[in-house]
């Protein structure tokens, strides 16, 4: 349902949204777009791969990219890296404040 309304919200306003069902199809989505990918908003817990693991992997081929990246839990071991995301978001992440 999140990722529902994610994609609705930023549709509406302008924005080119890639959507994915995990990490793992986004590394794939990724590799088949050419054009600039300028966000990343991940869910932290995803199968197949989880959002910290993708945001590392897309800042290695993309490192220019922003990551937002969306829990459901304050999350103590965020990894050090996690400090460079752009903004974490805890659910429920209402549109006003995504966009």
């Known amino acids: ?27 794939r ?7 600039a990918i300028h966000v990343l908003i991940t869910n932290v817990n995803m199968p197949n791969m989880n959002g910290h693991d993708l945001a590392r992997e897309l800042k290695v ?14 999350e103590p071991d965020f990894p050090p890296e996690a400090g460079k995301y752009a903004e974490v978001l805890l659910k429920p992440v209402s549109p006003d404040l995504l966009l």
């Not at 081929?61 to 304050?74: C, Q, T, W």
Request: aromatic residues 6%; hydrophobic residues 40%; proline residues 2%.
């Open 29 to 35: 989505a990724e590799a088949r777009y050419d054009g």
């Open 61 to 74: 081929k993309r490192p220019d990219i922003l990551v937002m990246i969306v829990s459901g839990e304050n």
């Open 1 to 27: 349902m999140l990722r529902y309304v994610t994609v609705q919200t930023l549709s509406k306003h302008g924005y080119n949204v890639i959507e994915t069902c995990d990490g793992a199809d986004a590394m």
